[in-house]
């Protein structure tokens, strides 16, 4: 394994642990603030952290010289809402969800998104794998443990969580479309304003908050924009570069893991034989929907041809 290998790694394991505590820090912060000015703040928060990429890359695009100047411009601003619109409904999901469950709970139900990402991708006639279908049916079995009770109900808090992770999964799709034709910070930089602003205005209309609860709230709320927004997305696009597909997928499943444990170590939250039953399964079908296509490319690779 050489150098750069060893250092993407490190920086994607970084990335996962500061992932997995903001659950922690979203869950503090619901203590003392509501859910959509929390994100909202944190959300300009990570804008600014992006700001120093963006006058240094001068807010460039990268589509295809026909669109033209005009043409940039307009799909970066509806491409950048488009993703801040969903990024929103998923963060917002999420957020309240915080309120009804448990930072672990809310890592993994969340996490669910690698599985889901491929499911959605079959409307848009993405090819699928075995892989998919056997994480998906892994991940719903762990799902039911962690959160369906005796009577068959969801608790609605991982209900919440859960609908949140579809939105996440169509934000994968949507960024996955928009980030050959834009810089990656300038959409992301877009994107953190549109939530930020949706955010916002939704806290303005719906929730009564003071500046008292938001400076007991700020260690939260600064973690969660500065790291968490910030700092572990810029890591992240610095890791992948030269990242293994394999080991990214890993490292960053663990995010779900580093919740649960924050969780604990943090919050006392302590989960039962079931519970964690439920957690390994959801983590084995996130990683084998992920990691069943490098494992079948590198068999058939090995297949003697005649």
């Known amino acids: 394994m050489d150098t750069s290998t060893v250092k993407s790694d490190a920086l994607l394991l970084t990335t996962a642990i500061i992932w997995g505590f903001a659950f922690v820090a979203q869950r503090v912060g619901m203590d003392y603030v509501g859910p959509f000015i929390f994100n909202g703040v944190r959300f300009a928060m990570g804008c ?20 033209g100047k005009r043409g940039n411009r307009r799909l970066g601003i509806l491409g950048g809402l488009l993703a801040g619109i969903v990024l929103f409904s998923g963060a917002s999901l999420q957020q309240v969800g915080l309120v009804y469950t448990t930072a672990g709970n ?20 993405h090819r699928t794998n075995a892989g998919t279908w056997t994480g998906a049916v892994l ?3 762990g799902l039911y443990l962690l959160s369906v009770t005796d009577q068959f109900t969801i608790a609605f808090g991982d209900l919440l969580v859960l609908i949140g992770a579809f939105f996440w999964a169509g934000h994968v799709h949507i960024i996955g479309w928009l980030s050959p034709k834009l810089d990656s910070f300038k959409l992301a930089f877009l994107q953190y304003a549109a939530c930020s602003v949706l955010s916002l205005v939704t806290a303005a209309l719906f929730e009564h908050n003071t500046m008292d609860n938001l400076l007991l709230a700020a260690i939260p709320i600064l973690y969660g924009g500065i790291l968490s927004v910030g700092i572990a997305y810029t890591l992240q696009v610095i890791a992948q570069k030269n990242a293994h597909p394999a080991h990214a997928a890993i490292i960053l499943s663990l995010e ?37 296509r490098f494992v079948v490319h590198r068999q058939s690779a090995h297949i003697p041809r005649a």
């Open 106 to 125: 809310a890592g993994f139900i969340t996490g669910l998104y690698v599985v889901i990402v491929p499911i959605l991708g079959i409307f848009l006639r």
């Open 256 to 292: 779900a893991v580093f919740a649960a444990v924050g969780g604990r170590l943090l919050l006392d939250e302590i989960l039962s034989a079931r519970e964690l039953l439920g957690c390994s399964l959801m983590l084995l079908g996130m990683l084998i929907s992920q990691l069943w």
């Open 48 to 67: 600014l952290v992006l700001l120093p990429f963006l006058l240094r890359n001068g807010m460039r695009t990268t589509s295809h010289p026909a669109q």
């Open 139 to 141: 991940a719903a079995a």
